[in-house]
């Protein structure tokens, strides 16, 4: 049996949920094959590397998208167009100075296959192995709808991407073709299958029958979600509203407290575990355009208001869908009410988003690539190019 490892980095939380994912899938292949073989091992890099590393990735990320995201957009596009000397120096000083503990963990462990969520590991892993010091394949898993030049990486023997753009994309970026192979962004297995609206509404405590907009934070929280309320609640809208807030516990507080006007039906939730359910149970979402997030919509064939989304990754990730008619942009909370009184008013224009995003959703993305990279045929599953 192939030894696989999963590899990820905490920087926001969408790479960890694709690598948390993946080994929900890689198990379910295996364990489906009468394998008996044990789980498959994943690991987030950042809990075997110094707190530099940590704060370089993450710390560093999060406070900048919140404080000056413009910066952060600026210096997204720069490394993209020029990463040159100042990337690989970083980068290689990261490597060896602030993951000398995962280095050598990697190295003892040696397996036949490492799939990395995040560059980082994948420059480790391909570090040692052309030191003669690791035989594992390297599989990049690009976690966002359009690749950047951190991705690319000289040894990856298999990049897993989203969609046939993406692909397109890195092949123009110089990668082989014949390793790029296109599965969807792995997200979990609870979206393999999206429940029935009605039954699923009353499970949750929601009337089926009211359109209901979902909000979402991301895992992480973050965004203009209270202001989105604010102007809900300014709105003689008759609603039903739910608010996902992550684990920004603040915010649950502040949004719980609210008081929402007559006819508005408003329920506040902090981190879920069913988020298939609740965006079965939904008419809309109003949300970032993080890669997780927006894959877990297309799965359940929900359309979108992006609003706000992070210059970088988000906003080359809020073009795709707008480009294929699965969402429509908000220029601030101001126009979200507009946004969906427009749609509550055209169920006709509803109806195409949900068809549109439909046809780009690929809930089987990780079982995809698990039965690829273990030499297993790959299922017939639902994935469509748009």
Excluded at 70 to 86: E, S, V
Excluded at 145 to 158: A, I, N, S, T
Excluded at 233 to 246: E, H, N, R, T, W
Aim: glycine share 8%; aromatic share 6%.
């Amino acid at each position: 049996m192939t030894d696989v490892m999963i590899l990820t980095m905490t920087a926001g939380g969408g790479h960890n949920a694709a690598a948390r994912a993946l080994a929900e899938s890689f198990d379910h292949v295996i364990e489906m094959s009468g394998d008996d073989t044990g789980p498959v091992e994943w690991l987030d890099v950042a809990t075997m590397s110094r707190r530099m590393v940590q704060r370089v990735f993450n710390d560093n990320y999060l406070k900048m998208v919140d404080r000056d995201p413009q910066l952060y957009g600026w210096m997204y596009h720069r490394f993209d167009r020029r990463p040159g000397r100042t990337r690989r120096s970083l980068n290689r000083g990261l490597e060896r100075w602030g993951s000398r503990r995962f280095r050598r963990y990697l190295e003892a462990r040696n397996p036949d296959v490492c799939v990395c969520t995040h560059f980082y590991p994948a420059q480790i892993a391909l570090d040692l192995r052309r030191k003669g010091r690791l035989n594992a394949e390297v599989v990049m898993v690009i976690t966002d709808y359009q690749p950047h030049q951190f991705w690319v990486l000289d040894g990856v023997d298999r990049y897993s991407v989203a969609h046939e753009e993406t692909g397109w994309n890195l092949a123009r970026r110089g990668v082989d073709p014949a390793r790029i192979h296109v599965t969807g962004i792995p997200i979990d297995r609870k979206f393999e299958h999206t429940p029935e609206r009605p039954s699923v509404a009353r499970k949750l405590g929601l009337d089926p029958d009211r359109f209901t907009v979902l909000l979402a934070a991301g895992g992480m929280g973050v965004g203009p979600l209270e202001e989105v309320v604010d102007e809900l609640f300014s709105m003689d809208i008759p609603l039903q509203i739910v608010a996902v807030c992550g684990k920004n516990e603040s915010l649950r507080e502040r949004l719980s407290r609210k008081i929402p006007p007559a006819g508005t039906r408003f329920l506040v939730r902090g981190f879920v575990t069913n988020m298939q359910e609740w965006m079965a149970a939904s008419d809309l979402i109003v949300t970032k355009s993080g890669g997780l997030t927006t894959s877990e919509s297309l799965a359940t064939g929900l359309p979108m208001v992006v609003l706000d989304p992070i210059p970088g990754q988000e906003t080359r990730n809020a073009d795709f869908l707008l480009e294929r008619g699965a969402a429509i942009k908000a220029l601030s909370a101001a126009s979200v009410p507009y946004k969906i009184l427009h749609l509550m008013g055209d169920r006709t224009a509803l109806d195409r988003m949900r068809q549109r995003a439909q046809s780009l959703g690929r809930p089987f993305a990780g079982q995809s690539l698990a039965h690829s990279i273990l030499g297993m045929e790959v299922p017939m599953t639902r994935a469509k190019s748009a």
